[in-house]
């Protein structure tokens, strides 16, 4: 495989701030406050764009196009940035996310507005799986934990105003302005990177016809993997309204996703062998519960509890805040704890917040408790999504990390996808009554909640490599 250093490294003081990386990580902090604000935002506008351009019954595939999309970038991007270096796939990533604002922006329909997400999604799947590659191979083994906990930083500011903005810019002018808006930033976060992922050159190596034929499978196998999820979740759909026509689309869905994951994921990684594949599983299953419930946080608060857009937006604001606190908590607690204990313990309070959310659905608890609640689940994510990041680097074998990378990304947005997908069938295929539409969305956060629970038992297979640097 292809290695990949800075070039400059050897002379490169220790830190993530020194004179030879202080613009890559800004940039990266950049563009991930770029796709942070964009993912926070929809999920606090998606009801008042459904109202214009839809029904309920898109809601769940405004999410589920996005992650989909994301899982195919990310099984290519790992690879080829394993062959290629990183430098040409950020910048792709960074200009397809772009296209996909502007199409989502000026959508005069939900179709189009969903293939809009579609195309952001691609952009962040290779963002994301380089990211993560730049540093395992861009910082020393010592300032990983603090760059990932940067990372997650770099939530705070989408959290502090991205929901609570939206809502405003919704209110006021248009939700179209919360994609068109955005545009320059993940732009202007490129050209600041440029430079250092230049430096990032790969060690030239021949590429052979095995290596081509491979890179094609990879292709292939991403699109079959997209492919099956959409299928199941298209026939999740359909199993309330037509039984036989939902379960003839469900069942081969679910037949070709496993079949696609056992060969894009890590051997081990469906039975959660100790080790990176239980990292992978552990992440999937983390991904699933937490934004099952997040993506219908706000429409929990306004259809069901009555408040506004903007007052719903702060249970979103809260998460994103702790989420970060908890990633801080993370690097600290990683100079003496290893990454499965952390994560564990991420789980644990991430249970108790989802819980707690779920409560909040009933009459006779005050809605705004619900701030706090979310904000506990967004503790507990902190904690367990980036101790399981660092412990996929610590495990991932060396010149190996673009793929334990693409793995995470698949994981994690399936993940997503599939609490998106499972959440819109349960929730937008009842009756449009208060009572009924509150007793759905109990029944999907509770169903999400035993996730978490099974996401917490794979934890305890995690095994950190620890003399992996």
């Known amino acids: 495989m292809v290695e990949e250093t800075i070039s400059s490294s050897p002379a490169l003081p220790s830190g993530i701030w020194v004179a030879g990386r202080r613009m890559l ?136 105003v991205g929901p609570g903005l939206a809502g405003i810019i919704t209110e006021h002018a248009s939700w179209r302005w919360v994609f068109l808006g955005l545009i320059p930033l993940p732009l202007v976060a490129a050209l600041m990177a440029l430079p250092a992922l230049q430096r990032l050159t790969p060690t030239q190596r021949s590429f052979n016809a095995n290596d081509h034929l491979r890179r094609h499978a990879e292709t292939r196998m991403a699109l079959v993997l997209a492919a099956g999820a959409a299928l199941m979740i298209s026939g999740l759909g359909q199993l309330i309204a037509a039984p036989v026509m939902g379960a003839s689309l469900v069942v081969p869905g679910v037949i070709i996703t496993i079949f696609a994951l056992r060969r894009v994921l890590p051997s081990g990684t469906l039975r959660a062998a100790p080790g990176l594949p239980a990292v992978i599983a552990a992440m999937g299953l983390l991904n699933l519960s937490f934004f099952g419930v997040d993506a219908f946080v706000p429409l929990t608060l306004t259809a069901v509890r009555g408040l506004s857009v903007v007052t719903a937006g702060l249970a979103l604001t809260a998460a994103t805040l702790t989420w970060t606190a908890g990633a801080w908590m993370q690097e600290r607690l990683a100079r003496r704890q290893p990454p499965d204990s952390i994560a564990t313990a991420g789980l644990l309070v991430m249970l108790v917040g989802v819980g707690a959310t779920t409560a909040t659905i009933a009459p006779i608890v005050p809605p705004l408790l619900s701030i706090v609640a979310w904000g506990v689940a967004g503790c507990g994510i902190g904690l367990a999504y980036s ?37 819109g069938v349960i929730i937008g295929s009842g009756e449009q009554s208060q009572t009924v539409e509150a007793g759905r969305i109990a029944f999907h956060f509770i169903l999400m909640a035993i996730v978490t629970g099974l996401a917490l038992l794979t934890a305890h297979r995690i095994r950190a490599s620890h003399g992996r640097h």
């Not at 380089?130 to 910082?139: A, L, S």
């Not at 991932?396 to 959440?423: D, K």
Request: aromatic share 6%; charged share 10%.
């Open 25 to 160: 990580t800004i940039g990266l902090a950049l563009i991930i406050v770029a796709t942070a604000f964009e993912i926070l935002a929809v999920a606090a506008t998606m009801p008042a764009t459904a109202r214009e351009l839809g029904g309920l019954a898109w809601y769940g595939w405004a999410f589920s196009a996005f992650m989909l999309a994301h899982m195919i970038a990310a099984t290519v991007a790992g690879p080829e940035a394993d062959r290629r270096g990183v430098a040409i796939p950020f910048i792709a990533g960074t200009l397809l996310f772009g296209v996909g604002l502007l199409i989502a922006g000026l959508a005069p329909t939900m179709p189009l507005l969903i293939v809009g997400r579609a195309v952001q999604g691609l952009g962040s799947g290779v963002i994301g799986t380089v990211v993560y590659i730049i540093v395992g191979r861009g910082y020393e083994a010592d300032a990983r934990p603090r760059m990932l906990a940067i990372i997650s930083t770099a939530w705070v500011v989408p959290g502090m």
């Open 387 to 423: 101790a399981l990041s660092l412990a996929m680097l610590q495990n991932a074998a060396q010149g190996h990390e673009g793929r334990a990378s693409s793995a995470l990304q698949i994981v994690s947005q399936l993940g997503m996808a599939l609490g998106a997908g499972i959440g």
